[in-house]
């Protein structure tokens, strides 16, 4: 009895962990959403809160003012993608088509939404997903044309490219997001290098994105929310 107690209430804990942390996270932030930013903040001139900053500062500063709970769902996003297809058809193809439609999902949300302050963020965001997509798209391929080799070979790509091109395909997808991380952090620790490539390109990209000029508050925001040292007043 004592056994199947616990295994009832580990599973309950297995489904509440995952949806009560961001579920709690969403729910602080939007409690106390008018108390993160002063009133004179603005997207060019970013002023957090102090007490704010100091407390809840790496969960939001990050993203749009208006898109302050975006943590919570880029936790659910995590969610979905490594646990919860992962009890959806085990072991069949459905599962990594799935899979692949809820990666596009979300690639077209953040597309969208545009959901971090800095716009070179949301390119490093998008390009990591667009990576993550292709990846679990090879992985489709190989795990297609593994399971039936005769049909793929009759119908499918297997006729026109081997099932080593979509290995490849998938490493270098994996790579590429890779080293687009430390090229990001590269970036972000020597801005002069930065700065230089963008506008040398003649894109400044990072500077200058949609909303306007990013000011050396945001970059000292940014800067201490980065290396996770908050300033106590």
Same mark, same amino acid.
Request: glycine share 4%; net charge negative.
């Given at each position: 009895?004592?056994?199947?107690?616990?295994?009832?209430?580990?599973?309950?804990?297995?489904?509440?962990?995952?949806?009560?942390?961001?579920?709690?996270?969403?729910?602080?932030?939007?409690?106390?959403?008018?108390?993160?930013?002063?009133?004179?903040?603005?997207?060019?001139?970013?002023?957090?809160?102090?007490?704010?900053?100091?407390?809840?500062?790496?969960?939001?500063?990050?993203?749009?003012?208006?898109?302050?709970?975006?943590?919570?769902?880029?936790?659910?996003?995590?969610? !979905?993608?490594?646990? #919860?297809? %992962?009890? =959806?058809?085990?072991?069949?193809? *459905?599962?990594?088509?799935?899979?692949?439609? @809820?990666?596009?999902?979300?690639?077209?949300?953040?597309?969208?939404?545009?959901?971090?302050?800095?716009?070179?963020?949301?390119?490093?965001?998008?390009?990591?997903?667009?990576?993550?997509?292709?990846?679990?798209?090879?992985?489709?391929?190989?795990?297609?044309?593994?399971?039936?080799?005769?049909?793929?070979?009759?119908?499918?790509?297997?006729?026109?490219?081997?099932?080593?091109?979509?290995?490849?395909?998938?490493?270098?997808?994996?790579?590429?997001?890779? !080293?687009?991380?430390? #090229?990001? %952090?590269? =970036?972000?620790?020597?801005?002069? *290098?930065?700065?230089?490539?963008?506008?040398? @390109?003649?894109?400044?990209?990072?500077?200058?994105?949609?909303?306007?000029?990013?000011?050396?508050?945001?970059?000292?925001?940014?800067?201490?929310?980065?290396?996770?040292?908050?300033?106590?007043?």
């Amino acid at each position: 009895s004592s056994y199947y107690n616990i295994i009832y209430f580990a599973s309950f804990m297995v489904i509440l962990y995952p949806v009560g942390i961001p579920a709690a996270l969403y729910i602080t932030l939007k409690r106390k959403h008018e108390d993160l930013y002063e009133k004179e903040s603005t997207r060019e001139n970013v002023l957090p809160v102090a007490k704010s900053e100091r407390t809840l500062g790496h969960l939001y500063i990050g993203y749009e003012s208006t898109l302050y709970w975006w943590e919570a769902f880029d936790i659910l996003r995590k969610i !979905f993608l490594t646990s #919860f297809v %992962v009890v =959806l058809f085990p072991g069949q193809a *459905l599962q990594i088509v799935i899979t692949l439609i @809820l990666t596009f999902m979300f690639v077209e949300m953040l597309l969208l939404a545009n959901a971090y302050l800095n716009d070179y963020d949301d390119i490093l965001q998008n390009t990591c997903q667009v990576c993550l997509f292709f990846v679990i798209f090879s992985g489709m391929m190989i795990s297609a044309s593994s399971e039936n080799p005769e049909f793929w070979n009759k119908t499918g790509p297997s006729t026109m490219i081997s099932q080593g091109f979509w290995q490849v395909l998938a490493l270098a997808s994996a790579m590429f997001g890779y !080293f687009a991380c430390i #090229f990001s %952090v590269l =970036l972000w620790n020597f801005p002069d *290098l930065r700065d230089m490539l963008f506008k040398k @390109l003649g894109n400044d990209i990072i500077d200058n994105g949609k909303h306007g000029t990013i000011s050396n508050t945001q970059r000292e925001v940014r800067r201490r929310m980065t290396m996770e040292n908050f300033e106590v007043e």
